[in-house]
């Protein structure tokens, strides 16, 4: 535990120098003057995940992101903090301490939470492995020709690798995830601290589900998991969003910078990508004012925050995205077959829909594998997706009616819940798995009770008032369980891991040499897991016949005769 809270203290004091410059340079480039321009303190914390993990992805095309990376940022955050300590210190909001102190037990549970041994498959499928990769090497080219998931390049691996603090602990740290988890509970509870001076309760009811995600997320606190932030992202985004709407703010700029947000949050994980569409709003509203510069300020750092993104994509698979086969536009000899993409899509999308039955029917037998997916889930989850499908059918009877009474809309409200709802769809049709769209899932529950109930009245309200009851039900069912098994962990972590995080497990494998090199297979058939100290894993030993490498690892790998 202490190693993992030394962890987080090095994240968020880095992260938080590295966002406040962020901010400030942004707003003296493209503004007058260099006044703060964000509302809370968790603006510049989230800045600086997002900035940190750029550097950490630009750096990762020279080299490993390791001990220089790390001496390099620290060596600005110095010179930053000479020039700007005293500003940056006055602009850090003054209730942030006090409320890190009545959350202290909270954030103690969940370092705990954090210490144990990480828990998902995809940890030691190829998570650890990627890290590893980059810790080591950086943007390795062509790497994703070893084993073809070492192409699921997720901005955070680059982020995750460069907070290991592997020559201090003598291991790789995994704890980003349950310092992500941390960040979105303090934000939620920093939002429902005032609650009873707040004009509207919308963004109210979504801390609550930035407080019940948190403790919902305990369960993965110990792994590089790539869900955690952007999910924590979005809510982050959606949360702030109404707070801007209810304290009627018309500065088009924290709209502008929660969508650059919405950019990196896609960066970490496409499946979240419809909350870029937020960026309707304050572009309408700075073309409205000709505010050019500012547009080009906007647009020119999302194409900044995208930008690395791309690049290792292309290096590690030769794919502008990997698994988005029609994104091939660039002949690299390293380019993983076509082929491998669209059978990896096929087998992520039957697994989530329906896997007990046949891939042809569960891809194209039309709605058929809706029926097993619903079965197969569980009791919880089915719940949880029967009150989003009341409530949004509520939404919509709600709509109509006001379309019909010629009722005024408000569509700065109207925005976030048909983008979630767009979102919702994509989810359902693509890969249906409730850890890659839990943001979206939970945003109906707490949104659409609390803009009706402002508005309801007579009969119409009592059905509100079930609807937000059903909903709040369904919430603290999610938040009680979930914390009981938090309990749970923090239980076993207590006796272990009071003094230092577990480590990665460790595998035995097979060693072959190809050039000179070992790499490591799986004995036959052995399970598919290689975890972080099986390095570099090779997914097929058939493979060697084909690869070609250079005469270092980093010189990176294609295949001859695709």
């Known amino acids: 535990m202490v190693t993992v809270i030394i962890n987080w203290i090095y994240i968020a004091v880095t992260t938080y120098i590295v966002g406040n410059a962020g901010m400030r340079l942004f707003y003296r480039l493209f503004f007058k003057g260099d006044k703060a321009c964000r509302r809370t303190s968790f603006y510049d914390l989230f800045a600086g995940i997002m900035c940190t993990t750029c550097y950490a992805q630009i750096y990762s095309l020279s080299g490993g992101v390791g001990r220089m990376a790390n001496l390099l940022l620290l060596a600005f955050c110095l010179i930053y903090i000479i020039f700007f300590g005293k500003r940056m210190w006055e602009e850090l909001s003054p209730s942030l301490s006090i409320r890190l102190l009545w959350c202290l037990p909270l954030l103690l549970l969940f370092a705990l939470a954090s210490s144990g041994a990480p828990k998902l498959i995809d940890t030691d499928w190829y998570h650890a492995?990627?890290?590893?990769?980059?810790?080591?090497?950086?943007?390795?080219?062509?790497?994703?020709?070893?084993?073809?998931?070492l192409g699921f390049n997720s901005a955070q691996h680059y982020f995750d690798a460069f907070c290991n603090m592997k020559d201090l602990f003598g291991q790789s740290m995994h704890a980003t995830g349950g310092y992500f988890g941390c960040l979105i509970l303090l934000h939620g509870l920093s939002r429902l601290s005032g609650v009873k001076k707040h004009k509207r309760h919308v963004a109210d009811a979504l801390a609550v589900t930035e407080v019940i995600y948190s403790i919902i997320e305990t369960a993965f606190f110990a792994d590089p998991y790539t869900d955690m932030l952007p999910n924590c992202l979005v809510f982050f985004i959606l949360t702030e969003w109404f707070i801007l709407l209810e304290d009627e703010e018309e500065e088009p700029f924290p709209y502008a910078f929660l969508c650059v947000l919405g950019v990196f949050a896609t960066v970490v994980k496409t499946s979240v990508a419809m909350i870029i569409l937020l960026v309707i709003r304050p572009a309408i509203r700075l073309m409205k004012r000709k505010a050019w510069k500012e547009i080009v300020g906007y647009l020119l750092t999302g194409i900044l925050v995208a930008v690395p993104f791309f690049i290792t994509n292309v290096k590690t698979s030769g794919y502008l995205v990997y698994l988005a086969s029609f994104a091939d536009w660039f002949e690299v000899p390293w380019k993983i077959d076509v082929e491998i993409l669209k059978y990896s899509v096929d087998s992520m999308v039957h697994a989530a829909r329906a896997v007990d039955m046949p891939m042809e029917e569960a891809l194209h037998g039309g709605l058929s594998w809706v029926e097993v997916w619903f079965k197969n889930e569980s009791v919880s989850h089915k719940i949880l997706y029967l009150a989003i499908f009341g409530l949004l059918?509520?939404?919509?009877?709600?709509?109509?009616?006001?379309?019909?009474?010629?009722?005024?809309?408000?569509?700065?409200?109207?925005?976030?819940?048909?983008?979630?709802?767009?979102?919702?769809?994509?989810?359902?049709?693509?890969?249906?798995?409730?850890?890659?769209?839990?943001?979206?899932?939970?945003?109906?529950?707490?949104?659409?009770?609390?803009?009706?109930?402002?508005?309801?009245?007579?009969?119409?309200?009592?059905?509100?008032?079930?609807?937000?009851?059903?909903?709040?039900?369904?919430?603290?069912?999610?938040?009680?369980?979930?914390?009981?098994?938090?309990?749970?962990?923090?239980?076993?972590?207590?006796?272990?891991?009071?003094?230092?995080?577990?480590?990665?497990?460790?595998?035995?494998?097979?060693?072959?040499?190809?050039?000179?090199?070992?790499?490591?297979?799986?004995?036959?058939?052995?399970?598919?897991?290689?975890?972080?100290?099986?390095?570099?894993?090779?997914?097929?030993?058939?493979?060697?016949?084909?690869?070609?490498?250079?005469?270092?690892?980093?010189?990176?790998?294609?295949?001859?005769?695709?």
């Open 129 to 149: 492995q990627t890290i590893r990769w980059i810790e080591e090497y950086g943007c390795v080219t062509g790497v994703a020709n070893l084993f073809y998931s």
């Open 393 to 562: 059918l509520l939404d919509l009877a709600g709509l109509i009616g006001r379309v019909l009474r010629k009722e005024k809309i408000e569509l700065p409200m109207l925005l976030p819940r048909v983008i979630v709802f767009i979102g919702l769809v994509y989810w359902f049709f693509t890969i249906p798995q409730v850890k890659y769209c839990w943001a979206f899932l939970l945003f109906p529950l707490a949104v659409i009770p609390g803009i009706y109930l402002e508005k309801a009245k007579g009969w119409k309200r009592k059905i509100v008032y079930l609807a937000a009851a059903g909903a709040g039900v369904v919430l603290l069912l999610f938040g009680g369980f979930y914390t009981l098994r938090t309990l749970g962990y923090v239980a076993e972590a207590v006796p272990k891991y009071l003094l230092k995080q577990a480590d990665y497990a460790k595998y035995e494998m097979k060693p072959v040499v190809k050039d000179g090199l070992t790499f490591y297979v799986r004995e036959e058939g052995g399970a598919v897991t290689c975890g972080y100290y099986v390095f570099p894993y090779l997914n097929d030993e058939e493979l060697l016949n084909r690869l070609v490498v250079g005469d270092e690892l980093k010189d990176g790998f294609s295949l001859q005769n695709k």
